[in-house]
């Protein structure tokens, strides 16, 4: 089943300590992408990779970081996570820039 | 910069009627747009793209149109059911540049 795989779907943690949250997919994708999604402020984008070892700053990508050094893989990371950073976060993929994206279940991050 | 309006935070309807979604957008001019359904705590759903050089695109009782001069596109649900309620996204989307999403209009279809 083509599917977008996130992990963890709910953590909750303190402030500064640093978390992972890894996003796979199995459609042989090249594009992926962050999303956080927040009451009134929609779903926006954080960084999203072209291709493998090509990565770009999307809409807020402030306090972030990523990696893209498999096709499959485009893990999140939080270096020091502070509570404005908690939100509704969605990884996607599609097969290129611009194409319709899979998504997915989402990851619920608490910062405490 | 680049702004994106979605006809209502809301929108209520009768079961079996036709609802018609607003997606405006400013300051670019997209290649393509594309509508996703998001249904509470569930990430996005595809529905349907729809290019710059298309006027109308349906899939079963979904059909967008798009007018670059107006910088609008219309989403229709038509013979609406229960099952439609979600929260609709559209995406004017441009070559080269960080993918965007409109505010979303919430959709509820009464029986």
């Known amino acids: 089943e083509a599917q977008v795989t996130q992990n963890p779907r709910y953590l909750i943690t303190v402030t500064g300590k640093k978390l992972t949250v890894t996003c796979s997919q199995n459609m042989n994708h090249e594009y992926m992408s962050w999303y956080r999604q927040d009451p009134g402020l929609g779903l926006r984008q954080i960084y999203y990779s072209m291709n493998v070892e090509v990565t770009d700053k999307g809409d807020v990508p402030e306090g972030y970081k990523v990696s893209r050094k498999e096709k499959r893989n485009f893990p999140l990371i939080l270096e020091s996570p502070s509570p404005n950073q908690t939100s509704l976060y969605f990884c996607?993929?599609?097969?290129?820039?611009?194409?319709?994206?899979?998504f997915g279940d989402g990851t619920r991050l608490s910062i405490l | 910069s680049q702004k994106i309006e979605q006809n209502s935070e809301a929108l209520n309807i009768q079961e079996g009627k036709t609802a018609t979604l607003t997606c405006n957008y400013t300051n670019y001019s997209p290649a393509y747009l594309q509508w996703y359904r998001q249904d509470p705590g569930r990430g996005p759903v595809f529905l349907l793209l729809?290019?710059?050089?298309?006027k109308e695109k349906r899939k079963e009782r979904l059909k967008v149109t798009f007018d670059t001069t107006l910088k609008q596109s219309l989403f229709h649900i038509t013979a609406s059911q229960p099952a439609d309620s979600a929260t609709y996204l559209c995406?004017?989307?441009?070559?080269?540049?960080?993918?965007?999403f409109g505010p979303g209009t919430r959709l509820s279809v009464l029986p």
């Open positions: 729809i290019r710059e050089n298309e």
């Open positions: 995406a004017p989307t441009k070559d080269g540049q960080n993918f965007v």
């Open positions: 996607a993929s599609s097969q290129s820039w611009g194409q319709p994206q899979h």
